[in-house]
């Protein structure tokens, strides 16, 4: 089933109010991840909010279908959570997660559109988004990004990530980074994916300790300090043939 195919046994009780309509801001520090839904198309919104209805950790607290909507539900609510899609009415998802940004609100971003080329996908990291899904996401896969973005991790999907690191060639020196092996590369691919340190060695055919091994070398030619990062400087330095 993909990430939009609503069982058509279930209903979702309790649906959130649309654009802003709650009373007062959630409370944190439950364990439980409350989302704000940004999504201009109902029928998307709707399956959204049932699958994670599903998760007893997770809660839809709003659904909104602008940027300013979102901006304002977010400022109000202080969500764990945004999923954003990109296109929204009005102000764009990308804007609102820059104003979100801007005013410090400590709410995280994850985009959520069907949106995966290398422009749109460089314009989201850079505006602040921690996480990136397409649309055709499985609802475990959802699932898992909302869980990993929540708890302040990064997530970028290997359908976003693989065709930019497919075509990487050794590092340009004139981006003032190292070039990374065949072996690097194969790492990083991985660690976009999301996979630990063992699920990765487990792919790979490596011991643990070679990967970490693997991932200082990666993070130290790279210049970045975690996952997500590693692979967005890649993408900000042009590096694809």
């Not at 439980?32 to 709707?46: C, F, L, P, Q, Y």
């Not at 590693?230 to 330095?237: G, L, Q, S, W, Y």
């Amino acid at each position: 089933m993909t990430a939009f195919e609503a069982t058509q046994d279930v209903s979702v009780q309790s649906r959130p109010a649309r654009e802003g309509t709650q009373e007062t801001e959630v409370r944190v520090g439950t364990g439980v991840i409350h989302v704000v839904i940004a999504e201009d198309h109902g029928v998307v919104a709707d399956g959204v909010a049932t699958m994670l209805s599903f998760e007893p950790d997770m809660e839809v607290v709003d659904i909104v279908t602008s940027g300013e909507a979102l901006v304002e539900s977010v400022d109000r609510v202080r969500p764990e959570l945004a999923l954003v899609d990109v296109n929204l009415i009005g102000m764009d998802g990308l804007a609102a997660v820059r104003e979100i940004e801007a005013r410090r609100i400590p709410t995280r971003a994850l985009a959520l559109t069907m949106f995966t080329d290398h422009d749109t996908v460089t314009r989201a990291v850079s505006a602040g988004v921690a996480g990136y899904l397409p649309k055709n996401v499985r609802r475990e896969e959802l699932v898992q990004a909302v869980r990993a973005v929540a708890a302040g991790k990064g997530f970028l999907h290997p359908d976003v990530t693989r065709p930019f690191l497919e075509r990487v060639g050794p590092l340009a020196t004139h981006a003032g980074l190292q070039p990374l092996s065949k072996r690097e590369q194969d790492v990083l691919e991985e660690l976009a994916t999301g996979k630990s340190t063992r699920e990765i060695a487990e792919a790979l055919g490596l011991g643990d300790e070679t990967v970490k091994s693997h991932l200082s070398r990666i993070y130290a030619k790279l210049k970045a300090t975690d996952r997500v990062q590693a692979v967005v400087i890649a993408m900000r330095h042009g590096l694809v043939r």
